[in-house]
Antibody, heavy 112, light 112 residues
């Protein structure tokens, strides 16, 4: 059974760095890509980036150089790090595989 | 970026009726391998999105055949026949042909 689960802090201060973890089970990170997607409250979905099965990464240029995605295959985890957070980065962050399988999401609020 | 334009933004339908949702892309979604990577997702209230249809017309496992997808190039349609109460939520089209991956703005389906 494929599962993805996001974890991380619910509150981050402006200008600080967001660190999220996606822990997967039921499949191997060396066989499938994992995406990170953000959703502002009541809004559509925004693709942030992707960890490919071979370890390569792709990013949405909208996040310029703020975003970094990495992984630890031994722990079946994919990591998201985004720096210089602003209030507009408040939202729910999801990890997903193939758009078929999604985590439950983690709500992040950027506020002092 | 490929812009995905969904219409209508909302729909109110009686149980048992049929509805169609349109999704138009700003570029052709035919990839170099000849396949079209246009997908349909449903996000029920308070839940994560889930994929219903992949590559225009292929139903995911467990999705009833009341759902169907058609289209080509830049013009796509999701049809729901004999709408049931459990179909309510926000429907998104999504393309994975071009980077960055993008989503439509969503169509909210409400039951009369």
């Amino acid at each position: 059974q494929v599962q993805l689960k996001e974890s991380g802090p619910g509150l981050v201060q402006p200008s600080q760095t967001l660190s999220l973890t996606c822990t997967v089970s039921g499949f191997s990170l060396t066989s499938y890509s994992v995406h990170w997607v953000r959703q502002h409250s009541g809004k559509s979905l925004e693709w942030m980036g992707r960890m490919w099965s071979d370890g390569d990464t792709s990013y949405n240029s909208a996040f310029t150089s703020r975003l970094s995605i990495s992984r630890d295959t031994s722990k079946s985890q994919v990591f998201l790090k985004m720096n210089s957070l602003q209030t507009e980065d408040t939202g729910t962050y999801y990890c997903a595989r193939n758009w078929r399988d999604w985590g439950q999401g983690v709500m992040v609020t950027v506020s002092s | 970026d490929v812009v995905m334009t969904q219409t209508p933004p909302s729909l109110s339908v009686a149980i048992g009726q049929s509805v169609s949702i349109s999704c138009k892309s700003s570029q052709s979604l035919v990839y170099s391998d000849g396949k079209t990577y246009l997908h349909w997702l449903l996000q029920s209230s308070g839940r994560s999105p889930k994929r219903l249809i992949y590559q225009v017309s292929n139903l995911d496992s467990g999705v009833p055949d009341r759902f169907s997808g058609t289209g080509s190039q830049k013009d796509f349609t999701l049809k729901i026949s004999r709408v049931e109460a459990k179909d309510l939520g926000v429907y998104y089209c999504a393309q994975t042909t071009h980077f960055p991956l993008t989503f439509g703005s969503g169509t909210k389906l409400e039951i009369k």
